[in-house]
């Protein structure tokens, strides 16, 4: 390496293939082979027998590291290059003898640093590899000048750099060997473990210092023989332990036995002995080498173990390779119910037949094949048949298994689900109904949206049935969970009540209020039924039991319920029963509140019509008045028109709106609407009518609150000649009537501030205001319901009733009136509303 390759930057790493692996191994070796005396060796020889200036051995990883060398620089050994700076990195990328002329001239080597302050002029680099063949380095030759490499160059320096690869590779076989050493000596310490070697044909028996210890000797007393062995073994022990020399010793095979040694102090110590025999060419067995090592605290440990075994509230067991089980503790003998001397040693399949192909197999051979915990929850059938949570976990020698009996929690937490899903099925159910109910058609699609709700918590499929007024029973609803089988429950439904027998368990039900529970469908109601469609049904459903119960509220029977289920679930218990109850008591109370109030709305709407007379037909103008009541709400209001001639030929029209929305507010609006056509018959300006009005309100006491708007449609011979109609008005705190003018003006009945609405003070102060309209003018009058709801502010409502007013003023009065309540409540009226609009005909 030569002074311009000296490092001052950052590294680089080398992106060559194999360059982890590369990475590894330099990193390794840097070590072991910075300042190798063999290696310099081979780079002195290298100079004397190419003649060159400087050649010098490198280590390719994540930077280049100069590791031996001759003629370089101080300092040249060692020093790190990053690899975009390295020329020996180039020839270890392209894996080839790298042989250049003139540096400069390379394209490959042109922009390393010590090309470019010419330093380094002719190069020739052979790589040198690793064990496994990969290269990790090079042996580099450099010159100062021009100068072209010989093909004995190139081969001399490859035959060089084979030697530095046999130097390098056998440093690391070194390396590894010396750490392996190292390791094997100190777990071996660590472990405690003992050797002996027992040579059979001279009887002589060697142990290492480790084991002498294990056994109490000291040098100098161990006499060498298998007797100074067995004299140091438990007495208890000792047959067990020499039938284990001997078998393995017949067997030419291995040899393990744990026993216990007694020490000449009398303490005892566990020792587990393991070994081999070897034999001679003949087979004959001449030694038994092994080694031995102390379990007395292993031991110990496994007794306390086993007490908390003994002692611990949850069962355990544990089973060996060959799923045979190898420990058993007390509880697990009483939730089994099986002895340890029935268990132990049996196998778990065999033993307990259920659980093979069942989540315990699954479970527990995950648990060895993966090597993992395994914790899950199963049920293990009859004789046992029981819950358990179970965790398993493999050992050095198997399995081990620890469960609890999860029963009682088991049936707990089913009867939390089962409340809970009964609770939301009662809920889901109420919702189902709170949907307005006001034709057959809807109660017909609320029940079955119920019929669908029941299942599959009460059953498996479901008929839901209406009363008709004439008190015949229909089924309207019907559903299965099994979407296969839902055709045929309609199928069956529409046959069913025709075909089954009086004291069938349905009719049973209506007349006596009474829940039916029925165990045998098919012995009760399936042979009654007659050959054809609906016995083919039938069979087809397959219902094992059902329970029936009649849809009643105060005192009127709505309908039925009926709720069937399969063989393979049980009868219904009493919580089912109750459940049922509660859902038939919601669904018939919300039929027959909404019958109730329909009746009632219809009765409150129709009394409300019957005090909106029609409009009179003057020969000079055309009125057309409508009334609809809100659709969202179970109320009539107090909206109301009117429109009728004084006896001056002057036509008077009215909008008002009491406050509230009962039958009350109705009854207070046909008394607003009597006094003011009795006050305006007199043939008073709209400002008088509203003051008497407001006096009468408060004298005669009427005791409600109310908008009106009161507009007098005049015209004098003068006006008539002129072709112009007066229009007078006063406003007590209504909406503005809106004045559509031939040429498509709207203008609003507006004064500068609003005045009180009717009801509020009596000595209040009204006003009347006239403007002249032409003939063709259309006067539009209109409550608020029209303009206002929870979606729509009353400025963002009249603004709408503007614009709609304006695209359909050329269409016929009737046709106007029906087009502004679509377009501006498309959605369904929130509040009653009446609206009045006169057109004046064209003079002549």
């Known amino acids: 390496m030569t002074a311009a390759e000296r490092p001052d930057g950052p590294a680089s790493h080398g992106t060559a293939p194999g360059a982890e692996r590369r990475v590894d191994l330099v990193r390794a070796l840097a070590g072991e082979a910075l300042g190798s005396r063999s290696l310099q060796r081979l780079t002195d020889l290298a100079t004397r027998l190419l003649d060159c200036a400087s ?56 922009d390393r640093d010590p090309v470019r302050s010419g330093e380094v002029v002719a190069y020739l680099g052979i790589p040198v590899r690793a064990t496994g063949g990969e290269p990790i380095g090079a042996l580099c030759a450099f010159e100062p000048r021009v100068r072209e490499w010989t093909d004995r160059d190139v081969a001399l320096l490859r035959q060089l750099a084979d030697s530095v690869s046999t130097e390098l590779q056998l440093m690391a076989l070194t390396a590894e060997y010396e750490a392996h050493r190292v390791r094997f000596e100190l777990a071996i310490d660590a472990a405690g473990i003992g050797s002996f070697d027992w040579n059979l044909e001279t009887g002589r028996l060697l142990w290492d210092d480790r084991l ?21 073994v438990h007495p208890d022990d000792r047959e067990r332990t020499t039938e284990a020399f001997q078998a393995a010793i017949e067997g030419r095979g291995d040899y393990d036995a744990e026993f216990r040694v007694v020490l000449p102090s009398g303490e005892t110590r566990w020792v587990r002995g393991r070994g081999r025999v070897v034999s001679d060419d003949g087979g004959t067995a001449v030694r038994l080498l092994g080694a031995a090592f102390d379990t007395t605290p292993q031991r110990r440990e496994d007794v306390r173990i086993a007490r908390l075994l003994e002692a611990m509230k949850a069962s355990f067991f544990s089973l060996d390779r060959g799923w045979r089980f190898t420990y058993v503790n007390a509880e697990a003998e009483r939730v089994l119910g099986a002895s340890r001397d029935d268990l132990i040693g049996g196998v778990v399949w065999d033993l307990f037949p259920a659980a093979v192909g069942s989540d315990f197999e699954q479970y527990y051979r995950a648990a060895v094949e993966t090597g993992e915990e395994q914790l899950f929850e199963a049920h293990y059938p009859a004789p046992l048949d029981a819950w358990f949570e179970v965790r398993s976990w493999p050992t050095p020698d198997g399995l081990s298994v620890s469960f609890l009996d999860v029963t009682e929690r088991r049936k707990a937490e089913e009867q939390a689900r089962r409340s809970a899903a009964r609770l939301a099925l009662v809920a889901h159910t109420t919702t189902a109904m709170a949907a307005p109910l006001d034709t057959r058609l809807r109660e017909e699609e609320a029940l079955q949206r119920v019929a669908e709700l029941l299942l599959p918590e009460l059953g498996d499929w479901s008929i839901l049935s209406l009363a008709d007024e004439d008190g015949r029973m229909r089924d309207v609803a019907g559903w299965h969970r099994d979407p296969e089988l839902r055709d045929t429950v309609r199928r069956y439904a529409a046959l069913r009540l025709a075909s089954i027998s009086p004291d069938a368990p349905v009719f049973r039900a209506l007349s006596t209020g009474q829940v039916m529970v029925v165990p045998d469908v098919g012995a009760t109601v399936g042979r009654t039924l007659p050959e054809g469609e609906v016995s083919d049904a039938f069979r087809e459903l397959a219902p094992r039991s059902a329970l029936a119960l009649a849809l009643a509220a105060r005192g009127r029977t709505l309908g039925a319920l009926s709720v069937y289920r399969s063989a393979d679930r049980p009868l219904p218990d009493q919580e089912d029963v109750a459940t049922a109850r509660d859902v038939a008591g919601r669904v018939a109370l919300a039929l027959d509140n909404a019958r109730l109030y329909e009746q009632q709305r219809q009765l409150a709407e129709g009394l409300q019509r019957s005090l909106l007379t029609a409009p ?20 009539v209001g107090g909206d109301w028109y009117d429109a009728f001639q004084q006896p001056s030929g002057a036509t008077v029209l009215v909008i008002g709106d009491v406050v509230g929305h009962d039958t009350e507010a109705a009854a207070a609006m046909g008394q ?4 003011l056509r009795g006050i305006a018959y007199r043939d008073i300006g709209p400002a008088g009518v509203l003051t008497d009005l407001d006096l009468a309100i408060r004298g005669l006491g009427v005791g409600t609150l109310a908008t009106a708007a009161v507009v007098r449609v005049e015209q004098s011979d003068e006006a008539c000649t002129a072709g112009a109609t007066r229009l007078r008005w006063s406003n007590a705190g209504h909406p503005p009537p809106l004045v559509l003018r031939p040429d498509g003006r709207i203008e609003e009945l507006a004064g500068e501030r609003a005045e009180l609405m009717l009801g509020v003070e009596p000595a209040t102060r009204r006003t009347e205001t006239v403007v002249a309209v032409p003939r063709g003018t259309t006067l539009l009058l209109y409550t608020d319901g029209l303009v206002e709801g929870r979606d729509l502010s009353l400025d963002e409502g009249t603004a709408r009733l503007r614009s709609a007013l304006a695209e359909l003023a050329d269409r016929p009065l009737p046709e106007l009136c029906d087009a502004l309540l679509e377009r501006l409540r498309p959605e369904g009226l929130q509040d009653d509303v009446a609206l009045v609009a006169v057109r004046l005909h064209p003079q002549g």
Do not use: K, N, W
């Open 212 to 232: 002498l210890a294990l056994f109490g000797y000291e040098r100098a007393d161990f006499d060498e023989t298998i007797d100074a062995f067995v004299s140091r």
């Open 616 to 635: 009179p037909q003057p020969d000079h103008s055309e009125i057309v008045a409508r009334y609809h009541p809100a659709m969202a709400v179970a109320e």
């Open 672 to 675: 607003l609407r009597g006094m």
């Open 55 to 110: 050649v010098q051995v490198s280590l390719v990883g994540e930077v280049q590291t100069a590791v031996a060398g001759t003629g370089l620089p101080p300092g040249g050994i060692g020093a790190r290059v990053p690899l975009d700076r390295s020329l020996c990195a180039v020839a270890v990328t392209e894996d080839a003898p790298l042989a250049v002329p003139d540096t400069a001239r390379d394209e490959r080597l042109a």
